[in-house]
């Protein structure tokens, strides 16, 4: 069935490495994930499931009037999101077997295989759902793909809502089922306390977003070291939609563009100032589907703020060092102001001098160690990586040494994102990611980096067996 004469296995027959796609999707058969959620959950869990997928998400939106949600700011929901006019595709990123026999054909040599309908897993505000559909998601996930291992690694789902949990989770998906990639929850909706005391009805709707870094209600150290221990490198791939201004009720394009970059962006940073980087210095992170872009306007805000805003520079800054004479005096000569003025400024001024900071606090980049601005470019550029998709031009900057602070490249991976709207052509992704390199804004080696290099980096230098028995180990054991 599997034909090679495509644009994608042209550019693959005229590289001298293999290309791993670092971002792959399934689009998992419902009907045999059941069959695992009830024998993980029992009936009681199944039906609960199918209750929720009833009322949740896309059927809650369509289940509301106009009236209803515009009342309670329901974003409108994805739709339509998998390719459907070319048949032969929409069965091949389901049927592991069917991808594994047209992987020539899509220029690819290995794929790290992320879920569709199990990315919401680790999400679920129930507990006990949550907890069974991810681990039945990831037994799923490990059997099916297991026959073709030599060339696909199905990630296992990781909830995050309390680090027992996750540690349980990365101990089963990886001790027990063998799996070598994961995908962690990027952040948790936790409610409020305030308006869980005052307003509990109303508590669902009011929430603040943990992302396992800074200021997090647990202390995640322990599930850190427990994936450096069992050799996985945390990524993310969490959304924003319905989040600040992406609550269209009308448009889901509005709420989707840079929805995925927003939660990156938001558990980037929090990782970064909340030390973790520091305090776990093998660890690498991945971020998918949001692109560079995003990366390299925080990398660059990073280190302005630290020019600006790091423990010594803060002082400029403090009211305590106005001249409260020369500024009245300047007031009253520039200002041509009466002296009741001249009395309320004086009064604004010595109030302002005499709000104290805590000491300890005036150092916000004290968990993260960093005391010279190279060291923000050492933390990033080592520890964090970027999923970004073919047809995104922004992957070029990634690359741009000149443009980028520092000097710094930014190790950006090469992720697919077949299955999703975003790929009509499965075929064609590779092609279209080379196209920046024909057009002059990525190079030969950007490019072998890109595809090849950094995914091997995260994966390989966070486990150097990964690639042990796949069709790319004596390729990828050259970097190693």
């Keep these: 069935m599997a034909s090679t004469q495509t644009k994608s296995a042209a550019v693959r027959a005229r590289l001298d490495h293999p290309v791993i796609d670092a971002d792959g999707h399934t689009l998992e058969f419902k009907p045999d994930f059941l069959d695992y959620l009830k024998q993980v959950g029992g009936a009681k869990v199944h039906d609960q499931f199918l209750a929720w997928s009833d009322r949740a998400g896309m059927a809650r939106w369509y289940r509301m009037t106009w009236e209803e949600r515009r009342e309670w700011r329901m974003a409108r929901p994805p739709f ?39 990315l919401t897993f680790p999400h679920l505000p129930d507990e006990e759902l949550r907890r069974a559909c991810s681990r ?41 089922l063998g799996m070598k990639a994961i995908l962690m929850a990027g ?114 805000a990073l280190v302005e703020h630290w020019e600006k805003r790091n ?58 160690g960093i005391e010279r601005e190279e060291d923000i470019r050492d933390l990033f550029v080592h520890n964090f990586y970027f999923c970004c998709e073919a047809d995104d031009r922004m992957n070029a900057l990634a690359f741009n040494a000149k443009m980028n602070p520092l000097g710094a490249r930014f190790k950006a991976l090469f992720s697919s994102d077949i299955g999703h709207w975003d790929v009509p052509d499965i075929t064609g992704t590779v092609e279209e990611a080379y196209e920046l390199v024909e057009e002059g804004l990525m190079t030969e080696e950007d490019f072998r980096d890109f595809v090849f290099a950094n995914p091997v980096s995260l994966l390989a230098g966070t486990n150097p067996e990964f690639f042990k028995g796949t069709a790319i180990e004596k390729e990828t054991a050259q970097l190693t």
């Design 136 to 176: 039945a998601h990831n037994t799923h996930q490990a059997e099916w793909f297991r026959p073709y291992a030599d060339r696909f690694a199905p990630v296992a789902v990781i909830p995050m809502h309390t680090p027992r949990e996750a540690i349980e989770e990365l101990e089963f998906a990886v001790r027990e």
């Design 311 to 368: 423990r010594a520079s803060v002082e400029n800054f403090n009211p305590a060092n106005l001249d409260h004479e020369l500024m009245t005096d300047l007031f009253r000569r520039y200002g041509r102001m009466p002296e009741e003025k001249i009395e309320q400024l004086k009064t604004a001024l010595r109030k302002a001098a005499e709000r104290c900071e805590d000491p300890a606090m005036l150092d916000e980049w004290a968990k993260c």
């Design 187 to 300: 952040h948790v909706r936790r409610p409020l306390p305030g308006v869980m005391k005052k307003a509990p009805e109303v508590a669902h709707s009011a929430f603040w977003l943990d992302t396992f870094g800074l200021d997090s209600e647990y202390d995640y150290d322990p599930v850190w070291a427990r994936c450096v221990e069992l050799k996985v490198a945390p990524t993310f791939h969490s959304g924003a939609m319905g989040w600040g201004s992406r609550t269209s009720v009308t448009n889901y394009v509005y709420n989707h563009i840079g929805h995925f970059a927003e939660a990156g962006h938001a558990v980037c940073k929090s990782l970064f100032l909340g030390g973790v980087t520091r305090r776990f210095p093998t660890l690498k992170f991945a971020f998918l589907e949001g692109g560079a872009g995003w990366a390299c306007n925080l990398f660059a």
């Design 80 to 118: 339509w999101g998998s390719p459907t006019r070319n048949t032969l595709d929409h069965a091949t990123v389901t049927l592991p077997a069917l991808q594994y026999e047209r992987m020539g054909e899509l220029g690819l040599d290995f794929s790290v295989v992320y879920p569709t309908m199990g």
